[in-house]
Structures are given as structure tokens and as C-alpha cells.
């Protein structure tokens, strides 16, 4: 490093640079985001299969009829992802 140039970090960097350093920030963040929805989107489809399954099934997996139906009305979007 010669002297008078800028560290690494430094608030002189290139444009470049900053460029460099949002896109991986982006990227990472919209990573996590399509994870999130992926996530979301495997619970949705996990919810409607315990319809199809038969009273037998249901109880081989330690739930009841009831039990299924209730947690199949959480498909909705309000915020209950739990």
C-alpha cells in the first residue's frame, strides 16, 4: 500500500465497490426471502394433504378429524404462521 491511498473500507471506495458489496447484501436477502416463502409454501401444502388423509391415517399421525380441519382453516394470509 502506498501512502495517501485509501484502506480497504475506507468511505472513498469505488463505486464499483459499493456495487459489489449491495448485490451481495441483496442477494442474500431475497436468499432468505425465497426461503421464507418456500417454507410457507411447503406448511400450506403440508395443511391441505391432512384433508386427503383417512380417519386411519389421521390417527396413525396422533391427530382427529377435528384436529385436521382446524389447522386446514390456517391457510389463510393472517399472519398466524405457527
Known amino acids: ?4 491511498s485509501p484502506r480497504p473500507g475506507a468511505a472513498s471506495e469505488r463505486p464499483d465497490d459499493v456495487v459489489d458489496v449491495l448485490a451481495r447484501f441483496l442477494g442474500q ?3 432468505r426471502a425465497v ?3 418456500l417454507w410457507l409454501d411447503r406448511r400450506y401444502r403440508a395443511r391441505l394433504e391432512l384433508l386427503e388423509l383417512s380417519d386411519t ?3 396413525d399421525v396422533g391427530i382427529t ?3 385436521a380441519l382446524r389447522e386446514a ?3 389463510g394470509w393472517r399472519g ?3
Not at 1 to 4: A, E, H, I, K, V
Request: positive net charge.
Open 1 to 4: 500500500m502506498t501512502f495517501g
Open 65 to 67: 378429524r377435528d384436529q
Open 73 to 75: 382453516e390456517r391457510l
Open 80 to 82: 398466524d404462521w405457527t
Open 57 to 59: 391415517q389421521l390417527r
Open 29 to 31: 436477502t431475497l436468499a
Open 35 to 37: 426461503a421464507r416463502l
